[in-house]
């Protein structure tokens, strides 16, 4: 069956890096674009990171621009997420989802939280 | 960018139909897509490209979109539907979500 599993999520300090990792399973991972998302606490979806099937477009929203970057490694079927200049506001539940126009398969999420 | 409007909540009597609504500028030429999320698990897709339904998902979940909105529905709602829903678009390689809509079944 289809899986996606995030980790490396963890405390951290205003200013630091982070790299999340997601491992996809069960299916035939690459043919199929991939995402990030993350929900802070008590709030809404906000979607963070897309890579097509073959990493060669990479899209982001506008609060990570230019301090996160998502990867693919097809032959390892991971997708990451490194996550640079990490802010408080920053904190949330990131969740890795497979499907780019409609993301059909969420892992559990892995949680962040930027706190000095 | 694009805004998706909801409602913040609404709640509907055991038995009965559910609509929430999802607003946005010339909606009805994209494609919308609904998930459902229960307090402390991950989103579950439950209508995409506007009105298809992933295996497993009951009958009872529907969707359109015509115009200004896109409108999920929920037919004789149980206990279990009540979680928070969420309507989504992607755009220009972007991802697009609604504020989201607590649902509350009495």
């Known amino acids: 069956q289809v899986q996606v599993v995030e980790s490396g999520g963890g405390v951290v300090q205003p200013g630091s890096s982070l790299r999340l990792s997601c491992a996809a399973s069960g299916f035939n991972f690459s043919t199929f674009g991939m995402h990030w998302f993350r929900q802070a606490p008590g709030k809404g979806l906000e979607w963070v990171a897309a890579i097509w099937f073959d990493g060669s477009k990479k899209y982001y929203g506008d609060s990570v621009k230019g301090r996160f970057t998502i990867s693919r490694d097809n032959s390892r079927n991971t997708v990451s997420l490194q996550m640079d200049t990490l802010r408080a506001d920053d904190t949330a539940v990131y969740y890795c989802?497979?499907?780019?126009?409609?993301?059909?398969?969420w892992g559990q999420g892995t949680l962040v939280t930027v706190s000095s | 960018s694009y805004e998706l409007t909801q409602p913040l909540s609404m709640s509907v009597a055991l038995g009965q139909t559910a609509s929430i609504s999802c607003g946005g500028n010339d909606i009805g030429s994209k494609t919308v897509h609904w998930y459902q999320q229960k307090p402390g698990q991950a989103p579950v897709l439950v209508i995409y490209r506007d009105t298809n339904r992933p295996s497993g998902i009951p009958e009872r979940f529907s969707g359109s979109n015509s115009g200004n909105t896109a409108t999920l529905t929920i037919s004789r709602a149980q206990g279990g539907d009540e979680a928070d829903y969420y309507c989504?678009?992607?755009?220009?390689?972007?991802?697009?979500f609604g504020g989201g809509t607590k649902l509350t079944v009495l």
């Open positions: 989504q678009v992607w755009d220009s390689g972007a991802v697009f």
């Open positions: 989802a497979r499907g780019l126009q409609y993301p059909a398969y």
